[in-house]
C-alpha cells in the first residue's frame, strides 16, 4: 500500500475516529481524563502524519464521486494536498494537539462528563478543520466550514450553565452564518455559471481565460462575505471578542490559530478566481486594511487580557486579508501561519495567567514576572513576535504583508496598517507593563503553571523563534518590499513599546491625560463604546428582528388563533344550545319519535296526491 | 263486521297505549301503556289472519304475546332495581342521561 497517497486520509480520520468513539461510547465520554487522552493520542499521530505529508511535498488529489448525476457527478469529496492545505494541516494538528495536552491541566477542576464532552469537541473540530483544509472542492469547504462553525459554537457555549456564555455563542454563530448566507449563494452561483464546484477545474478554466462570466465580481463578492463572518472582518467582527468566553484553549485554537483564519484560507485557496475580478480584490484589501486599524484601536482600551488578544486577532486577520487583497497570497498565508503559533502561545500564556489569579482584568494583576517568571518570558516571546521584533517569527510576514501592500500600490491601506503595527506594539506591551510588571497586588497567592501547561507553551515559543530564524535565514522571496521597510517596521514597533513603557512603567506620560487630548479623546470615547457597532447590531436585533417577531406573533396570537377560538367558542355555544334536546328522560324521546313518524304520514299523505 | 272496525279498535287501543306512554309519570304506567300497544298489533295481526284465511297471521300473535310477557317481566324487573337505587319509580326524575 502507498503509504504516503494515504496519509492525508489518515490525518482527516484519526480525529474523526476519536470523536465517533467518543460520541458513541458513552462510559468511555464520561470518564473524562481517559476520553482525552483518546483525543490527544489521535491528534498526535495525526500530526506525525501532518508533518509526513508537509515533509512528502507532492501534490496529491484524491476524489471519490459524491452527488451522481447523468453527465457524471454533480459534486465529489476527497483531499487536495499541496503546499497550502500540508502547510495547514501541519499548524492545525500541532496547535490542536498542543491545546488539548494544554487542557488537561487547564480544565483539570470540571467534572468528568464535561472534560469528556470537550474532547468530544476538540475531536470534533480537528476533523472539522482538517476536512475544510483538504477540501478539493467549495461543496466540501462549504460543508466542513459549517462544521468547524458548529464546533465554534458548542465550545464557545462550553459553560453553557453561564447566561454570558450562552448568548455569546448563539452571537457568534449568527453573525457568522450571515457571512455564510453569501458564501453558499456565490457557489452556487458560480456552479450555474461554471457547471462544477472543483478547485482545479475552475482554475484551468480560469488560466484559460474561459471564465469571462457575467457578474463574476458579485459571486466573488459573495463567497467573500463568507470569509468575512469567518475571519471577523468589518463589520462582522463583532462575535470574536464576545466569543472569548469560552475556555481559554479553545480561543487559542479556535478564535485564534485555526477556525477564524478559514477566511483567509478561502481566499488564498481561491485566489486564481479572486485574480480575475480586481475590484473585488481591492475592497479585501482596504476592508482588511480598515479593520486591523479599528480592532487595534479597540484593543488598545480593552481591560479584559483576552479581549486584547481577541481584539489583536481581529487586527492580524485584517493584516492578512488586507494581503490577500493586495494580491500577495504568499504573505498572507505566511503570516497565516506565523500568527497561529504565537497567537496561541499568546493565548495560552493568558490562560496561564488566568489559571493563577483568576481573573481576566489586567488592572487586577500585576508583578505577576516575579511569580510567574517562565510564563511570563514566554509571554513577552508571543509579544515580541506580535509586536513585529526581528529574529521572531511575526517580523518576517508582517513585513511580507506590508511589502505585498505596498507592492500592489495601495497607499492608504499600507498607511492603515503602519499605524496598526504601531498601535499593536503599544496595545501588546500596554498588557505586559500592566499585568506582569505593574504595581498592583494579583489577589490569592499566583504561581507558576503546571508542566502540562508550560510545555505546550515552551514548545510554541521555541517555533515561534525558529521559524523566525529560519525565515530570517531564508530570506528570498519574502522580502520584495522596498528598503526602508524594514528598518521603519522595526521603529514603528520599538515606538509602540516604548510609548507603553512611558506610559504604563515609567508613568511618564499619564494615560487618563493622554485619552483626554482633544483627538484622541474622541477616539477614546468611540473606541470604548465600540464604535457603536455591538449597539447597532443589538438595535436592529432589538428592532428589526424582535419588531418582525413580535408582528408574527401578532398574526399568530390574534389572527390565526382568533378564527380558532372563533371556532371552537361557536362549536362550544352550539353544543350548548342543542344539548337541551338531551332531556336524559325517555318519554320526551318517545314524543320525538311519535312527533317524528306524525309528520311521515302526514308528508307521506301530501306526497301520493 | 268489517275488517275496518277492527282496524280501528287496533288504532284506538295503539293510540291510548302512546298516550300512556307519553303521558304516564310512574315508570309502571309506562310499561303499561306499551303492554296496550303491543296488544294493539296483536289485534292487526288477529284480524288480517281472520279475514285474509292466513295462519301465518296467528302464529305470529302467539310469538307477540310470549314476547311481550317477557318484555314485562324485563321490565318490572328494571323497574324494580331503579327504585331499590333511587328510591323512585317517577319518570320526570330519572334523568341521569341528561345532555
Not at chain 1, 457524471?72 to 487536495?80: D, F, N, Q, S
Not at chain 1, 491541566?105 to 480537528?126: H, K
Not at chain 1, 438595535?539 to 398574526?555: E, P, T
Request: net charge positive; glycine share 10%; proline share 4%.
Amino acid at each position: 500500500m502507498d503509504l504516503g497517497a494515504h496519509a492525508p486520509l489518515l490525518v482527516l480520520g484519526l480525529p474523526f475516529a476519536a470523536f465517533l468513539l467518543l460520541a458513541v461510547v458513552a462510559p468511555l465520554r464520561r470518564a473524562g481524563r481517559a476520553a482525552g487522552a483518546v483525543s490527544i493520542l489521535a491528534a498526535a499521530v495525526a500530526l506525525v502524519a501532518a508533518l509526513g505529508v508537509w515533509r512528502d511535498g507532492a501534490r496529491r488529489t484524491l476524489t471519490w464521486a459524491w452527488i451522481p448525476a447523468d453527465g457524471g457527478p454533480m459534486a465529489t469529496v476527497g483531499l487536495l494536498v499541496d503546499p497550502l492545505s500540508s502547510a495547514m494541516l501541519v499548524l492545525v494538528t500541532l496547535v490542536s494537539l498542543l491545546v488539548q495536552v494544554y487542557s488537561l491541566a487547564y480544565l483539570a477542576d470540571e467534572r468528568a462528563p464535561s472534560l469528556g464532552r470537550y474532547y468530544t469537541y476538540q475531536s470534533l473540530f480537528a476533523f472539522s478543520m482538517l476536512g475544510l483544509v483538504l477540501s478539493p472542492s467549495f461543496v466540501q469547504m462549504f460543508v466542513f466550514w459549517e462544521l468547524v462553525g458548529l464546533c465554534s459554537y458548542l465550545l464557545i457555549g462550553y459553560w453553557y450553565e453561564r447566561p454570558s456564555a450562552a448568548r455569546a455563542a448563539v452571537k457568534a454563530f449568527w453573525i457568522t452564518k450571515l457571512g455564510d448566507l453569501g458564501f453558499v449563494v456565490g457557489i452556487v452561483m458560480l456552479w450555474g455559471a461554471t457547471g462544477t464546484f472543483e478547485f482545479q477545474a475552475l482554475f484551468t478554466k480560469a488560466q484559460e481565460h474561459a471564465l469571462a462570466i457575467e457578474g463574476l465580481g458579485t459571486i466573488m463578492f459573495l463567497i467573500y462575505l463568507g470569509a468575512v463572518g469567518k475571519s471577523a472582518q468589518f463589520p462582522l467582527h463583532v462575535w470574536l471578542p464576545d466569543a472569548m468566553e469560552g475556555p481559554t484553549p479553545v480561543s487559542a485554537l479556535i478564535h485564534a490559530a485555526t477556525m477564524v483564519t478559514a477566511g483567509v484560507f478561502l481566499v488564498a485557496r481561491a485566489q486564481p478566481l479572486f485574480a480575475l475580478t480586481p475590484e473585488v480584490l481591492t475592497l479585501i484589501g482596504w476592508v482588511g486594511a480598515f479593520t486591523a486599524l479599528l480592532a487595534a484601536s479597540m484593543a488598545c482600551v480593552e481591560g479584559d487580557i483576552k479581549r486584547v488578544l481577541a481584539y489583536s486577532t481581529v487586527s492580524q486577520l485584517g493584516y492578512m486579508m488586507a494581503a490577500a487583497g493586495a494580491g500577495a497570497a504568499y504573505a498572507s498565508v505566511l503570516h497565516l501561519l506565523t500568527h497561529g503559533l504565537f497567537k496561541a502561545l499568546l493565548f495560552l500564556g493568558a490562560g496561564a495567567v488566568i489559571h493563577a489569579v483568576g481573573t481576566n482584568d489586567i488592572f487586577r494583576m500585576g508583578g505577576l514576572f516575579r511569580v510567574m517568571p517562565q510564563t511570563g518570558v514566554l509571554f513577552i516571546v508571543g509579544t515580541l513576535a506580535l509586536a513585529g521584533l526581528p529574529p521572531l517569527a511575526g517580523f518576517f510576514s508582517k513585513e511580507a504583508v506590508l511589502a505585498g501592500v505596498w507592492e500592489a500600490r495601495m497607499t492608504w491601506p499600507f498607511l492603515m496598517l503602519a499605524l496598526t503595527a504601531f498601535l499593536t506594539a503599544f496595545y501588546m506591551f500596554r498588557v505586559v507593563f500592566i499585568a506582569f510588571f505593574g504595581r498592583a497586588r494579583a489577589p490569592g497567592h499566583p504561581h507558576e503553571a503546571p508542566w502540562l501547561m508550560r510545555g505546550p507553551l515552551w514548545l510554541l515559543a521555541v517555533l515561534t523563534v525558529l521559524v523566525g530564524l529560519r525565515l530570517g535565514l531564508a530570506g528570498g522571496d519574502a522580502q520584495h518590499g522596498p528598503g526602508w521597510l524594514a528598518p521603519a517596521s522595526v521603529a514603528w514597533a520599538l515606538g509602540g513599546i516604548l510609548l507603553a513603557w512611558a506610559t504604563y512603567q515609567r508613568r511618564a506620560v499619564d494615560p487618563a491625560r493622554l485619552a483626554g487630548t482633544f483627538p484622541l479623546s474622541l477616539l477614546d470615547f468611540l473606541a470604548r463604546r465600540r464604535y457603536g457597532l455591538d449597539a447597532l447590531y443589538d438595535g436592529l436585533y432589538r428592532g428589526f428582528i424582535l419588531g418582525f417577531s413580535r408582528l408574527i406573533g401578532w398574526i399568530d396570537r390574534y389572527l390565526v388563533d382568533g378564527v380558532l377560538n372563533f371556532l371552537s367558542a361557536g362549536t362550544l355555544r352550539a353544543g350548548d344550545l342543542v344539548r337541551r334536546i338531551q332531556s336524559g328522560q325517555a318519554q320526551d324521546y318517545v314524543y320525538g319519535v311519535a312527533f317524528g313518524v306524525l309528520l311521515l304520514f302526514v308528508w307521506a299523505q301530501w306526497w301520493r296526491r | 263486521m268489517s275488517l275496518y272496525a277492527y282496524l280501528t279498535l287496533a288504532a284506538l287501543v295503539f293510540a291510548i297505549g302512546l298516550f300512556g306512554v307519553l303521558t304516564r309519570r310512574n315508570a309502571v304506567g309506562l310499561l303499561l301503556g306499551i303492554e296496550l300497544m303491543l296488544n294493539a298489533v296483536n289485534i292487526n295481526l288477529v284480524a288480517f289472519a281472520r279475514f285474509r284465511a292466513d295462519v301465518a297471521g296467528l302464529v305470529f300473535t302467539l310469538f307477540t304475546i310470549s314476547i311481550t310477557v317477557a318484555e314485562v317481566a324485563v321490565g318490572l324487573a328494571i323497574v324494580i332495581a331503579i327504585f331499590r337505587v333511587r328510591r323512585t319509580v317517577e319518570a320526570d326524575r330519572l334523568d341521569l342521561l341528561r345532555g
